[in-house]
């Protein structure tokens, strides 16, 4: 199974005058893992459930993070 988030550990030197953040993290989007779109792939269910998470195919649906509560769109 693939994430679609990564995340690394940047060098932080001891001479840095600013606050260094500890981890970094990028979002990768699931077309990058499909290859193609196969013929048959499910769909949601109804127009207003594909309208709220902007696709019609479910396993195209990139959630993006609350970054205060740290909590996707599905949630």
């Known amino acids: 199974m693939f994430t679609q988030y ?4 940047p060098y932080i030197s001891p001479y840095d ?3 260094p953040i500890e981890v970094k993290s990028y979002a990768t989007p699931p077309q990058l893992y499909l290859g193609f ?8 269910s109804s127009p207003k459930e ?3 998470f902007g696709t019609l195919w479910p ?3 990139s959630p993006y993070p609350d970054p205060h509560k740290g909590v996707d769109k599905r949630d």
Do not use: S
């Open 59 to 61: 396993q195209l649906f």
């Open 17 to 19: 005058p600013c606050k």
């Open 50 to 52: 594909a309208l709220k």
């Open 37 to 44: 779109q196969p013929y048959g792939l499910p769909q949601f």
């Open 6 to 9: 990564k995340y690394w550990r």
